[in-house]
């Protein structure tokens, strides 16, 4: 949890030094700077589960090239993973799944794929951010057990 939320002070900073930052709020209709950044680290939250399950499915994996394995325990590995999954995540949502789930709900055609550059640096740098915390941080609380 403490990554994600690292991960999406990267995110919203990025966003913001790109002026992409309203765009995430003007989704659902809203308005403002807490709106903002409270949608960026919910979305940085709930994002942030399936790389840990990722990350976790991989180090036990029997047959799992070795720097993948070693991923949950490598700040380098791990951002690179970050990175990879980032710019999934912004294929899967931005480019793709975000207008066509607009489209279903409005019945209004939109353009696929969505070139949102300034997410697309954004969500990378999400992943690259929270894959390098990752590890650190989940040492750092097993050494504390």
């Not at 090239?65 to 990879?84: D, H, Q």
Request: hydrophobic share 50%.
């Amino acid at each position: 949890m403490t990554a994600a939320l690292i991960a999406g002070a990267a995110l919203g900073g990025v966003l913001h030094a790109t002026g992409s930052l309203r765009s995430v709020a003007g989704v659902y209709g809203l308005e403002g700077v807490v709106n903002e950044w409270t949608l960026v680290f919910c979305h940085s939250l709930v994002a942030g589960g399936p790389f840990v399950a990722l990350v976790t499915r991989l180090s036990r994996g029997r047959y799992v090239p070795r720097p993948l394995a070693e991923s949950y325990r490598n700040p380098f590995l791990g951002a690179c993973l970050g990175l990879s999954y980032g710019v999934v995540l912004w294929v899967a949502v931005v480019a793709y799944g975000g207008p066509l789930l607009l489209g279903v709900a409005t019945a209004r055609p939109y353009p696929v794929p969505v070139e949102h550059w300034g997410s697309f640096v954004g969500l990378s740098t999400f992943g690259a951010v929270f894959g390098a915390w990752y590890p650190l941080l989940q040492t750092f609380f097993d050494e504390g057990r």
